[in-house]
């Protein structure tokens, strides 16, 4: 049973391009989680999707940031406009239901030139 | 703002010690859980305790809850090289319906 999978696991971006990062949570697991985590920082909580719907985004940024979990698919976490404020590493998270044991992927470092 | 804080921030022993670390909330809970980072590594669950419970092992780890101060320890008995990492405590609480984590206890295990 694979894990979390989130890709790619490091991205470069230009100042004001797109970042977009893809989380396959577990199999059978229809709660995915996004956390931010800044060097020698806890993780930051952003936002919480269950299947089609948005949960929990007040952690999310108000401007440029947005999250998605389709039907079918990966969930998609979308940074426009990119700054350098936004490099960090970006986790995916995933759980059966609830918030109970949370399994993590490797996260994607995201760094704005 | 953080619902868990963990202390210390770093903490550094030799190998067969003990390593000791607390957490702090602020809400009400129903359940505290406890995650470990390898550098530039995901999360992963360690150990989780209900607000009903006040003390649970699991291998080599001790975790207690005191709800009525707000705190849980995690106890990391004869420490190995390889346990060195982050620890985080997680809660779900402050409106969130997430958990949030602490900012972690960095633990140096000394061979």
């Known amino acids: 049973n694979a894990g979390v999978m989130q890709n790619p696991r490091h991205l470069v971006r230009r100042r004001g391009q797109e970042a977009r990062l893809r989380c396959s949570p577990m199999k059978g697991h229809s709660h995915v989680y996004w956390y931010r985590q800044l060097p020698e920082e806890g993780l930051k909580f952003m936002v919480y999707?269950?299947?089609?719907?948005?949960?929990?985004e007040s952690g999310m940024p108000k401007e440029r940031f947005s999250a998605e979990f389709p039907k079918e698919g990966p969930s998609i976490l979308r940074i426009q406009q990119v700054v350098r404020g936004d490099s960090a590493a970006y986790f995916c998270?995933?759980?059966?239901?609830?918030?109970?044991?949370?399994?993590f992927g490797s996260g994607t470092q995201l760094s704005v030139l | 703002s953080q619902q868990g804080e963990e202390d210390p921030q770093a903490l550094s022993i030799q190998e067969g010690e003990n390593a000791t670390m607390n957490c702090s909330y602020k809400?009400?809970?129903?359940?505290l859980q406890w995650y470990r980072q390898n550098s530039g590594r995901g999360l992963v669950h360690l150990i989780l305790i209900r607000s009903n419970e006040r003390e649970k092992h699991s291998g080599r780890l001790r975790v207690t809850l005191d709800t009525s101060k707000k705190s849980s320890s995690l106890l990391i008995t004869a420490s190995r090289a390889a346990d060195t990492a982050s620890y985080f405590c997680?809660?779900?609480?402050?409106?969130?319906?997430?958990?949030?984590f602490g900012s972690g206890t960095r633990l140096q295990v000394q061979p």
């Open positions: 809400t009400s809970i129903n359940n």
């Open positions: 999707l269950q299947k089609e719907n948005i949960i929990d």
């Open positions: 997680a809660t779900i609480g402050g409106g969130r319906r997430a958990l949030t």
């Open positions: 998270a995933s759980s059966p239901g609830g918030n109970e044991k949370l399994f």
